[in-house]
């Protein structure tokens, strides 16, 4: 099985800035893409950042310039920067990463259980 921890989430006031980590480990062959997602309250879970495991990244629109999500291949982690936080960024963010077993050798999506942030002052 495969185990993504996240940390870092907490209260931030507007304008601030914030750092999540996330952390995987198991039976882990490699992993390719990993993402965060968020859901805030009474809306469904949205994609916030993808990055591949060569680097290249992407960002929903509502971040963009914002926010950066970068990874450590090594140490099987990624890390979103938000910065210029805005009450719409109140949600639980979501670690998801797709990783090849090293006991099945296939692709499995996996999902940490998620951190708040909430953005108020």
């Known amino acids: 099985q495969v185990q993504l921890v996240e940390s870092g989430g907490g209260l931030v006031q507007p304008g601030g800035s914030r750092g999540l980590s996330c952390s995987a480990s198991g039976t882990i062959f490699v992993i390719l893409n990993m993402a965060w997602y968020r859901q805030a309250p009474g809306k469904q879970r949205e994609l916030v950042a993808i990055i591949t495991r060569e680097g290249p990244s992407k960002y929903s629109d509502d971040v963009k310039g914002r926010f950066t999500i970068s990874r450590d291949n090594a140490r099987n982690t990624i890390h979103l920067q938000m910065n210029n936080l805005i009450p719409e960024d109140t949600a639980v963010y979501y670690c998801?990463?797709?990783?090849?077993?090293?006991?099945?050798?296939?692709?499995?999506?996996?999902w940490g259980q998620g951190t708040q942030v909430t953005v108020s002052s």
């Open positions: 998801n990463a797709d990783v090849i077993s090293n006991q099945t050798m296939t692709s499995s999506a996996y």
